[in-house]
C-alpha cells in the first residue's frame, strides 16, 4: 500500500483492550475455513489486547488507527462435520481504519457513561493498566463490571492467553517479527505476519482459521512504509517489555482482575494524560468514546461504513452457510456411463461414512473406581473406559468425575472446559447407546493431547509412557 503519510506519532498508551467478538464488530464478514473443511458456526471469536503504544497517521485514504502489544485471537467453532474445536493466534498489532474505529467509538456503553477513559461497552472493553487517579469506590465499580462481563464469562480464555504469555517461545517479535490484526482494506480481516517468521512457527500460524478472509506475509512492507526505523524500534521494544511484565507477574487465577492490578506498579509511566481522567466528561455528552489519546482530535469527525463492505448478523451468516453446504454436496442427475460410475464410487464412501458414525446398542455396566490423587491417572483411567466400550451415559459420567478430580488438584488447565462439554453431551444421550467408531478415535486422539499436556506441565512422565 503506497500512501503520503501527514503525521505519526506515537504515543505511550498501557491499557487493557478486549473486542468481544470480531465477527459481531465487522458485521460477520465470514465464516473462514480450518484445516481444508468449512467453518459452520463460529462460537466465539474474542481478541484482547495488553496495549503498550498506540498511534493515529492520517493518509490520502484516511485515517488509521494501531495498537501495538500482547495480542490474542481466540476462536471456538464448529466444523460442517459437526466437530468443535478451538484456535487461536498470537498478535502484536492491531490496524482499525477509521470507519471501524467510528463503528466501535459510537457502539452503545453498558456503563461508567461519566468515565472517559473506561469503556464496557457492548463490542468493547477498555480500561488503563494504572488506575492509581481513580477514586477507591470507582475503581471497586470497575473490578466488579469486568470480574461480571468479561473474565468471569471468559475465564479460561484469559487463563489460557495468560498460559501462552509465560511460553518463553511466544511473542518473540525481536525473531518472528509482527503479527498485525488488519481491517485496512488492503488486508481488510486478515492477519498480516512478517516474512521472517521462523519456518516452523509460519508453517502453523499462516494455516486458515475461523473468521477470517485469511493470513498472509506482509507486515515489514506495511509498517516500513507507514513507520521510521525508529518508531518501529520503539514498537518492538515495548512490546519486549510487556512480555516481560506480564509473563513474570504473579496473579489470581480465581481473580483475573489481579492481572491488572499486579502488572500496574511496572507498567505506570508518569506521564498524564492528553485529558482530564476525572472530570471532563462528568455531565457531558460526547459523541464518540476515548478509545486513543491519539484520536482525541477526531472527537467530532464520524467515517460512515462503506457500502461495499454489507454488514449482517451472525444468524445470516450461518443461514448462507447451510445453503452453500446443501448446493455443494447436492448429487446431480447422471448423464453419462463415466460420471454414474464416479457417483457410485461416491457412494460408497458416504455409505462408510455413515458406518462409522452408527451408535450401536450397548448394555449398561457399572463405571471403575477413577483415581482423584493424580490428573494424570484420570485422565489415564477415562481412556481406558473409552477403549472397553462404556455406553454414552456412563462416559459423560466419567467425564464429569474426572472433571471434578483435576479440579480439586490443578488451578486451571486449558481442557477443563473440553471435559465439561462432552460430560454435558453424553449424559443427554439416549441410554445403552455405545460411541460410534468415529466418535470414540476423535475422542482418544482428544484425551492423548489432554494427557501430553498434564505431562508437560506436571511430568510424571515415568507413569505415563506405557499409555503412548
Known amino acids: 500500500m503506497s500512501t503520503h503519510i501527514i503525521k505519526s506519532k506515537l504515543v505511550p498508551h498501557n491499557i487493557f483492550f478486549v473486542i468481544p467478538s470480531w ?6 464478514p465470514t465464516l473462514g475455513k480450518y484445516a481444508n473443511h468449512n467453518v459452520s458456526k463460529i462460537s466465539q471469536d474474542l481478541v484482547i489486547f495488553l496495549g503498550g503504544t498506540e498511534c493515529a497517521i492520517s493518509t490520502e485514504r484516511g485515517t488509521f488507527y494501531y495498537l501495538f502489544g500482547l495480542g490474542y485471537y481466540y476462536l471456538k467453532f464448529e466444523l460442517q462435520s459437526g466437530r468443535y474445536i478451538t484456535d487461536s493466534r498470537q498478535l502484536t ?3 482499525l481504519t477509521d470507519f471501524v474505529y467510528d463503528h466501535l467509538a459510537t457502539s452503545i456503553n453498558i456503563t461508567l457513561e461519566n468515565d472517559r477513559d473506561v469503556i464496557i461497552g457492548e463490542k468493547l472493553f477498555k480500561v488503563p493498566i494504572d488506575m492509581s487517579y481513580k477514586s477507591d469506590n470507582k475503581i471497586t465499580f470497575i473490578q466488579g463490571t469486568l470480574m461480571r462481563n468479561l473474565f468471569i464469562p471468559y475465564k479460561d480464555i484469559f487463563l489460557e492467553f495468560m498460559e501462552v504469555l509465560r511460553d518463553p517461545k511466544s511473542f518473540q517479535i525481536d525473531r518472528n517479527g509482527h503479527m498485525l490484526l488488519s481491517t485496512s482494506l488492503d488486508f481488510y480481516n486478515k492477519i498480516i505476519i512478517s516474512g521472517d517468521m521462523q519456518y516452523e512457527a509460519k ?4 494455516e486458515a482459521t475461523a473468521g477470517l478472509y485469511g493470513i498472509t506475509l506482509g507486515a515489514d512492507k506495511y509498517l516500513n512504509e507507514n513507520f521510521t526505523p525508529t518508531e518501529l524500534q520503539d514498537i518492538i521494544d515495548t512490546i519486549l517489555r510487556l512480555k516481560n511484565v506480564y509473563s513474570s507477574i504473579e496473579y489470581d487465577p480465581m481473580f483475573l482482575f489481579s492481572i491488572i492490578e499486579k502488572s500496574a506498579p511496572f507498567l505506570s509511566s508518569g506521564n498524564p494524560f492528553s485529558f482530564n481522567p476525572e472530570g471532563d466528561r462528568m455531565d457531558k455528552k460526547m459523541p464518540k468514546e476515548s478509545i486513543f489519546i491519539s484520536a482525541e482530535d477526531k472527537m467530532n469527525s464520524f467515517k460512515d461504513w462503506p457500502v461495499q463492505l454489507k454488514r449482517q448478523t451472525k444468524e445470516q451468516l450461518e443461514k448462507a452457510s447451510i445453503q452453500e453446504k446443501s448446493k455443494l454436496y447436492q ?3 447422471p448423464e453419462t456411463l463415466e460420471k454414474l460410475t464416479v457417483t457410485k464410487f461416491v457412494k460408497k464412501e458416504e455409505d462408510f461414512e455413515l458406518r462409522t458414525m452408527k451408535r450401536s446398542f450397548i448394555p449398561t455396566k457399572p463405571l471403575p473406581y477413577i483415581p482423584h490423587e493424580n490428573p494424570l491417572e484420570s485422565l489415564v483411567t477415562l481412556k481406558e473406559i473409552v477403549e472397553e466400550n462404556y455406553d454414552i451415559q456412563n462416559i459423560g459420567r466419567a467425564f464429569e468425575i474426572a472433571r471434578n478430580n483435576i479440579k480439586k488438584n490443578v488451578l486451571h488447565i486449558n481442557y477443563l472446559w473440553e471435559l465439561s462439554k462432552y460430560a454435558n453431551v453424553y449424559q443427554r444421550t439416549e441410554p445403552n447407546l455405545g460411541l460410534s467408531s468415529k466418535e470414540k478415535m476423535e475422542l482418544l486422539i482428544d484425551i492423548d493431547n489432554w494427557i501430553k499436556i498434564t505431562i508437560q506441565k506436571f511430568g ?9
Open 23 to 28: 465477527g459481531n464488530l465487522l458485521g460477520y
Open 93 to 95: 498489532g492491531l490496524i
Open 460 to 468: 510424571n512422565l515415568e507413569k505415563s509412557q506405557k499409555y503412548f
Open 203 to 206: 508453517t502453523k500460524y499462516i
Open 331 to 333: 448429487p446431480e442427475k
